[in-house]
C-alpha cells in the first residue's frame, strides 16, 4: 500500500471541477472552522477564495506564531553534481542541454563546505542532477558523511532510491529528503519527462513511502506549478501530505512551491500563477495543516520572501548558487534555474530580523539522532 | 455378570463434584444442566475446543472451570 | 453506514449489558436502542446460583456480540478469557479490557497493547477499551486492532467527553474506526462525540441505571444518529478571531 494507491482513486477532472465550483460558502465555512479537510483546502485555492485574502492571511499568520513562534529555519542548497541521464523540458540540467557538466569531487565539497561555514549556515541541502551510474550511491556513501561532518543537519534532492538505500544513507547521517512529483498529471507528467528513469512516474510517486519506511526524519513534497493547472496540482499535494501524516505518524513533513522559472530551455508555464495567488497558497496550506514545514526558496523576489515571510513560511534559503562550486567560484552558466533573491545570507538574515523573526541557523544536534 | 462404573470425584469451579469414571465433558455438562451454548469450559487450566468435548474423557482430580456470558459494559 | 472489519453496521450506537435490574429490560432497552453491536462478560459459573440467560433475547434480537475481557488485570488473563470467550459465544469479535485498578477501572495500556498483538495474531477482531492516548491508539492501530476505543471519562462516571481535546487529536490521526467508550452519560454527550467525527459510541451504564431505560435506549438512538447527521453535514463552526494589525497583504498591491 502506497500513496500510488490512492491516487489511482483520484480524478483529476473531477478535483479540477470541483475547486472551480467551491463558492464563497464554502471558503467562509473553511475559515470558520477549527479543523480543516481536504474540501476546506480546495475551497481556500479556488477563485472563490481570492477576496478573502487579507482574512486567509490574517489566519495564517496566527496558527504559524502559535506553533512555531517568531522562528525562520535557514537552510543552503549545495550543489554538489549537474549530472544528469534525465531530459526535463523545464530544468536547466536537462542531458539535451549542452551545459559544462560538473561533479564535484571530495576536495572541492570540502571547498564549498568551507564557503557556506563561513556564511553561518548549519543545515544544508545536498542536490545532484539524477544520474544513477555516476552520482548514486557510490558518490553519496562518500559525500553525505563528509558533509554531514561539518553541519548539524543534512537533507538531499537527489534522484528517487530504494528504501534500503535511503536506510543506509540515514545511518551515515542523512535527516531528510526532498523528492518533488513536478506534477501529480501523469499525462502532463509524460510530456515533460522524456528520457531516462525520471519517465517513471510511480517510482517518484512511491518515494516518500519509501523515505517515510526508511525512518528518514524529514521528507519534502511539492509540484512544480506552472506545469499543470496549478490548482488542482496543489490539492494533490495536499492530498499526498494528509495521507504520508496519516501513515507514517512520526515522520516530520514540508511543503516548497517552486513556481516555474526561466531556465537554459525556455519552457513556457501552462498555468500562471501570480503573486496573489501564491499567497493564497501558502495561506491555504497553513489553514489546512497547522504544523508543516512551509519552505519558500531563492526562486522569488526579494520583496516578496520578505513579505511572505511572517504569513505562514518556517524555512528559508538564502545566498544560493545553483551551481555546483558555485560558493567557492561563482560561474553563472552552470545554473539550474536563475534566482531572483541574490542577497547574501547575511543580507536576508538582516532584513528577516527587521520583520521581527530570530533566524535559526541550527536547529538539531547530531546526538539526537543517535 | 455385572459391570459396575466406579465414581471418581472432579472439581467443577472450585466444587467437588462426582461422576462416573470414563465420562466425557458434554455429558458432564449435561448432567450439570449447562447450556452446551454459550459456555466454555477449562480442564486444568487448558481451554478445550467445544469440538473436543465429546472426546474429552475426565479423570480423578481433573478441575473443570466452566464460564458463560453475563451482563457487562 | 459503519464498517469494522468484516462486518457493517446501520447503527452508530454500541450498547452494554451490565448494570441493569433483569434480562429482560436489557433486552428491552437494547431493542429499543437499535444497536447492533452489544457486549458482554464471561465469568465463572456457580453451579448452584445461575445468572439470568442473557444471550438468548439478544440472539433472537440479531445483534452482535462483542464479549468482553473484563477481570483481566493483565495480558496473559486477557488473552485467557478472549479465547474462553471465543469457544463460548462462537465469535473472534473482543471488546479487550484491562483495568488492575479496581477503583477506577482505568485500562492499562502496556497489558493492552501485548495482548492486541497477540490476540491480533490469533486471529481475533480486537477492538482494545484504552486510555485516550493518541499515541497509544496510533500504536494499537499499528498492531492490527480492528478499531480503537478511547475512553470519554471513567468507566459509570456519565461525565461526559473529559478527554474531548485527545479525542480530537485520535479522530484526526486514526486509520481505524474510532468508537468512543466510557463516561458517556446523556444523549448530548453522545451526540458531541459524534459531531467530532467519531465513528461509534459505546454507552451502558447511561441507559441501564436511568429511571426508564427503554425510553433512554431511544433517546440515545436518536442523539447518536443526529450527531452524525451533523458531522456529514458540515458543522459551521466557530469564528475564529484573528489578530488584529496592520493588513498583511497590502504589499501585493504595489506593483514591482
Known sequence: MSYVDVWKLLEWDDIRLSIYSKTATDVERALRKPKRDLEDFKALISPAAEPYLEQMAQQSAALTRKRFGHTISFYVPLYLSNLCANACTYCGFSMENRIKRRTLNTQEITRECQAIKAMNFDSVLLVTGEHERKVGMAYFRQAVPAVKDQFSYLAMEVQPLDQDEYAELKTLGLDAVMVYQETYSASTYAEHHLRGNKMDFEYRLETPDRLAKAGIDKIGIGALIGLEEWRTDCFYVASHLDYLERTYWQTRYSISFPRLRPCEGGLQPKSVMNDRQLVQLICAYRLFNPEVELSLSTRESPQFRDNALPLGITSMSAGSKTQPGGYADDEPELEQFSISDERSAAAVAEAVKQHGFEVVWKDWHHAYSG | MTVTTSVIQVQVNDKPVECPEGQNLTALLTTLDMPLQATAVALNDDIVARSDWDSTRLNTGDRIALFQAIAGG | ?256
Open chain 3, 1 to 256: 453506514m459503519l464498517t469494522i472489519a468484516d462486518k457493517t453496521f446501520s447503527s452508530r450506537l454500541f450498547t452494554g449489558t451490565g448494570k441493569y435490574a433483569n434480562s429482560q429490560t436489557m433486552a428491552e432497552s437494547i431493542i429499543a436502542s437499535e444497536s447492533e453491536l452489544v457486549t458482554m462478560a464471561l465469568k465463572r459459573v456457580d453451579i448452584d446460583n445461575r445468572d439470568d440467560d442473557i444471550l438468548a433475547p439478544l440472539v433472537a434480537a440479531g445483534v452482535n456480540l462483542l464479549p468482553n475481557t473484563s477481570g483481566a488485570k493483565n495480558a496473559k488473563e486477557a488473552v485467557f478469557a478472549a479465547k474462553l470467550a471465543r469457544e463460548a459465544l462462537g465469535t473472534n469479535w473482543l471488546k479487550l479490557e484491562i483495568h488492575p485498578d479496581p477503583k477506577y477501572l482505568m485500562p492499562d495500556p502496556i497489558e493492552t497493547l501485548v495482548a492486541a498483538e497477540e490476540l491480533v495474531r490469533e486471529g481475533f477482531i480486537v477492538l482494545p477499551y484504552c486510555h485516550a492516548d493518541p499515541v497509544l491508539c496510533k500504536r494499537l492501530e499499528e498492531v492490527g486492532c480492528a478499531a480503537v476505543m478511547p475512553l470519554g471519562a471513567p468507566i459509570g462516571s456519565n461525565k461526559g467527553l473529559a478527554s474531548r481535546d485527545f479525542l480530537e487529536i485520535i479522530i484526526d490521526q486514526a486509520r481505524v474506526p474510532v468508537i468512543v467508550d466510557a463516561g458517556i452519560g446523556a444523549p448530548s454527550h453522545a451526540a458531541e462525540a459524534m459531531e467530532m467525527g467519531a465513528d461509534a459510541v459505546l454507552v451502558n451504564t447511561a441507559i441501564a441505571a436511568a429511571a426508564d431505560p427503554l425510553a433512554m435506549g431511544k433517546a440515545f438512538k436518536l442523539a447518536a444518529e443526529s450527531g452524525r447527521m451533523a458531522y456529514e453535514a458540515g458543522l459551521a463552526g466557530t469564528v475564529n478571531h484573528a489578530i488584529a494589525s496592520s493588513p498583511l497583504t497590502a504589499f501585493l498591491d504595489q506593483t514591482v
